[in-house]
């Protein structure tokens, strides 16, 4: 048996589902129970407005021109700029550069940092990355040689803190970690990781992509060089995200991509770059698409994250609570303070066929190896079922996904 959800002072959850429109339809007859935020979250009718808006009275290129509407789209990009500063503690909105998403920032940093490496430097990864946090990696050791290696992770899935100080040598040049495994739930250590780090002369990389959304974070106070984050996680539009870099970072790196916005002057004989963080922002950035993960950080900085943190929490453990009954689930990740992500396998059962019965009584859940292909042969598994918690779900999805996960059980085994 599941125990009641208390209620959490300061979060009107009913309130926060009536600002999304989508939570109104119904999925094969059933009324839609979203538990897939961590794949991609829902968007408030604020972010939505906030992006028709840009398109129906203020659109126009940004930076270059000198009419009304480009300075207003100028103003609010660069507004967005400053939001997401003090949402992540940066010390300047000029240390923000707007990209594509989480990917492309790490890959922004993995081209830029990585022209100043040479063959025999390391990097550490962590056995539960996702894979847009190895990928680009794994380009510097096919293309200069560098040396990849594995922190582990523990049966629970902590970051084994041992086995990665071990790991670190005068040759280890970066380490790129989760702040929060987009799996497991697991937080990982990021202030003992940066000390460790940076005692060997190593930068840290952080991908923020579920961090972010789950939890305060405070760059600074982290100490890391670099925090990654991508908008369609944190409730705002796809196609955007941004890269933190600390101190003078991105005065020392190398452009990653070349065009205009990026440059100060173009001769025939050499390029003079544009200040930071322009220096990164190569062509027409997505404009409605910034100033709409504007909207959405005053969105979600306008709620209790506090509250919101252990909403997300009692949701969390309400479902984990539930599987308990089931024989044969297995979940994997059971840290003590991890996010509000819950991974499990059901004996018999392909997470694919499980995911895709839950869907006919309007669950929605993800299954797969999750971009995580080494944490899945960590744990010899081929994938999981994912339920993911956000703001906007309550204890009535919870119970809906159990119940779907019995009928699609019986179906099955």
């Given amino acids: 048996m599941t125990a009641e959800l208390k209620p959490v002072a300061g979060l009107d959850v009913m309130a926060v589902r009536r600002q999304f429109p989508i939570l109104t339809r119904e999925v094969n007859g059933k009324p839609l129970v979203y538990l897939d935020s961590a794949a991609s979250a829902q968007k408030p009718e604020a972010v939505i407005e906030g992006v ?9 290129n940004v930076h270059r021109g000198l009419h009304t509407l480009a300075n207003e789209a100028t103003e609010a990009f660069e507004a967005s700029r400053g939001k997401l500063a ?48 190895i990928v680009p990696w794994h380009f510097l050791r096919e293309r200069k040689g560098v040396v990849l290696k594995w922190a582990p992770v523990t049966d629970d899935g902590a970051l084994d803190m041992a086995a990665f100080e071990s790991l670190l040598t005068e040759r280890t040049k970066m380490v790129a970690i989760t702040h929060m495994s987009n799996v497991m739930g ?107 993960l504007g ?39 059971r840290t003590q303070d991890k996010g509000a992500i819950t991974s499990f396998s059901l004996e018999g059962a392909h997470p694919h066929d499980l995911a895709q019965l839950m869907d006919k009584y309007g669950v ?40 779907a996960l019995r009928k699609a059980k019986s179906f099955l085994i």
């Fill in 52 to 60: 028709a808006n840009v398109w129906r009275h203020s659109y126009a």
């Fill in 86 to 133: 003090r949402f992540l503690g940066a010390a300047s909105p000029d240390q923000i550069v707007f990209t594509r998403g989480a990917t492309e920032a790490i890959n922004l940093v993995a081209d830029s940092f990585g022209a100043t490496l040479k063959e025999g430097d390391e990097i550490i990864v962590s056995q539960m990355e996702h894979h847009s946090n």
């Fill in 186 to 292: 697991t937080v990982s250590p990021i202030e003992a990781i940066v000390e460790k780090a940076h005692a060997v002369g190593a930068a840290v990389l952080v991908d923020g992509s579920q961090g972010a959304v789950h939890m305060p974070v405070d760059v600074q106070a982290l100490g890391c060089d670099f925090y990654v984050v991508t908008g369609h996680k944190l409730y705002g539009p796809n196609g955007v995200g941004a890269l933190y870099a600390s101190g003078d970072w991105l005065d020392r790196l190398r452009p990653y991509q070349g065009g205009g916005e990026m440059i100060a002057e173009v001769r025939e004989d050499g390029v003079v770059y544009a200040d930071v963080p322009h220096k990164f922002e190569a062509g027409t950035p997505v404009i409605a698409e910034v100033i709409g």
């Fill in 295 to 333: 909207a959405a950080l005053d969105w979600l900085t306008s709620l209790d994250r506090i509250a919101l943190m252990e909403h997300e929490r009692q949701l969390m453990d309400r479902f984990e609570a539930g599987l308990a009954d089931f024989e044969g689930v297995t979940l994997l990740g």
């Fill in 364 to 403: 929605a859940v993800r299954a797969g190896h999750h971009c995580a292909h080494p944490l899945m042969q960590r744990f010899g598994v081929v994938g999981t079922v994912r339920a993911s918690f956000a703001a906007y779900n309550n204890e009535a999805d919870v119970d809906a996904a159990l119940e």
